[in-house]
């Protein structure tokens, strides 16, 4: 049975034993059943004490969570994972963050934005671990590493995911997964926006593609443009752009690399020195010239000449 205080437990000992309401879970809960205690169900616990009172058992499921946390914590840190973490308090050093039912500490230092503790509250953040020690019960998390990567894997032409922040009339600005960037106007859709409102509010979510990345000055430009099936779709139906997106950004892919096979073998027709051969790179060819090679000894020098200019035929 269950009260305001905790759940009473049949063990099949002697004695009673009693689970209480800060013992039901690692998370802070006010009563037993937000912790998914009710009458009936079966679950093991850990033995932490004795009420001298009436000497009943007092259990614990905290503690077996609690390990169970330290051991997950461990593994993500091996496995050199992004996690998020909720702002739940912080102080002149940083903000605390609970994960995976842990608090963690960030310090300033590890935030990639100028925000305040108070800014940050409630807030969820993208972290790494930095260090995971259970004995000292010390939890170091890091929002700029996290970023860093995140950052990294945000390549030319992907599609993200992203929430609409605020609104400029030039644009607006997506967060794509704790980044901000820019949706410039003119690269919302092929037809004029003359008013964003019209086609964003804030807290749209919608899907994007990476157009350009700039690392050092931390700038990362958007389109949806370049998503739209037919001219205008942003504006008309912006659904269909979303479920055609990767569908749209890898045709887009194509394109680009296309365009750039095409630069390279056109750098490479000027650049015999590169060493690379005709047969081999550039396809079969059908040659003239004599085994033994040419005879070079009759070609003038590249700086004599009679004084008169050839002309150039093309």
Not at 5 to 34: C, F, M, W
Not at 67 to 93: F, S, Y
Not at 244 to 266: G, L, S, Y
Request: glycine share 8%; proline share 5%; with cysteine.
């Amino acid at each position: 049975m269950t009260d305001n205080n905790g759940a009473l437990v049949d063990i099949t000992a002697k004695s009673s034993a009693y689970l209480p309401v800060q013992e039901a879970s690692i998370h802070r809960i006010k009563r037993v059943e937000e912790a998914g205690i009710v009458p009936g169900m079966r679950e093991e616990f850990v033995i932490i004490g004795e009420n001298e009172a009436d000497d009943s058992l007092i259990l614990s499921l905290r503690s077996i969570q609690y390990e169970l946390a330290w051991e997950r914590c461990r593994q993500l840190q091996a496995e050199d994972v992004i996690v998020k973490g909720k702002v739940v308090g912080g102080n002149k050093g940083g903000v605390v963050a609970v994960v995976e039912g842990l608090r963690g500490f960030v310090p300033f230092s590890q935030i990639s934005s100028k925000s305040t503790a108070e800014e940050l509250l409630d807030k969820e953040l993208p972290l790494k671990f930095v260090d995971v020690e259970e004995e000292q019960s010390r939890l170091v998390l890091s929002n700029r590493k996290a970023m860093a990567d995140s950052q990294a894997q945000l390549g030319i032409g992907s599609v993200v995911a992203g929430t609409v922040q605020s609104l400029k009339p030039y644009g607006a600005f997506i967060d794509i997964g704790g980044i901000n960037g820019l949706l410039h106007v003119s690269q919302i859709s092929h037809d004029r926006v003359s008013d964003i409102s019209t086609v964003l509010q804030p807290g749209d979510t919608l899907k994007v593609m990476i157009l350009s990345h700039d690392r050092e000055r931390g700038r990362v430009s958007l389109s949806t443009k370049k998503l739209e099936p037919t001219p205008g779709d942003m504006i008309r139906n912006p659904k269909l752009v979303f479920e055609k997106a990767e569908e749209m950004a890898q045709t887009f892919r194509q394109r680009i690399a296309q365009a750039e096979a095409m630069a390279r073998a056109d750098m490479l027709r000027f650049q015999p020195e590169s060493g690379l051969t005709l047969s081999s790179d550039l396809g079969p060819h059908n040659s003239d010239l004599p085994a033994e090679g040419l005879d070079l000894s009759d070609v003038p020098p590249a700086d004599e000449s009679d004084g008169r200019k050839n002309p150039i035929e093309f």
